[in-house]
């Protein structure tokens, strides 16, 4: 059995050393200032960070989670989630109040009608692709790993978003989050070769 560190090397922060990006699944239950450390530490360190929440989009739950935002370089909200935590009366209006609240980027997915991409100076609206829809499970995160991918490759807003949108056309077409096997060219592969939806 390993031995602990003794309490004179236990560093009270993550060892995230070397890190470039760190994604936050769930900060709803760490809870906002816990989550916040976490995502700062990781920026001290040089890396991006974004996070995901799971929770539905109930009134209040922003509160739980406030203290992470100005700590969040991308935030992956769904539709449902964004109206229901800002009671704003449209998309493009809440995805603005939480990079108010902090936000560095908003990136929404909204089903079959693709994502929408705010910052401070920018809005970007990508259509979804034009495929039968099989299954919606896993989607959103589909979205993050294509978006956060895409960027991490050099991509623009609009790039990243089409590469996200493009990831979860995929799994949309199979049953389940597992259904098929993909790489960065199958989803490229993909993304040239199918239209996106009108």
Known sequence: MPTPPSPSTTST????????????????????????????????LGATTSLDLLAPGDPGLLEWVADALPQTDYLLPNDEQVLGFTGAASLAEGARALVA??????????????????????????????VEVVDTTGCGDAFSAGFLRGLSLGRDLRGAAELGCATAAQVAGGLGTDAGSYSLASVEEFLAATPPRR
């Open 13 to 44: 922060s993550p060892p995230l050393d070397g890190i470039t990006h760190l994604h936050l699944g769930g900060p709803e239950f760490l809870g906002g200032e816990a989550a916040a450390k976490l995502l700062a530490h990781a920026r001290s």
């Open 101 to 130: 609240a902090g936000a560095g980027c908003v990136a929404v997915t909204q089903g079959a009608r693709g994502a929408l991409v705010v910052t401070a100076d920018d809005e970007v609206e990508v259509p979804a692709y034009d």
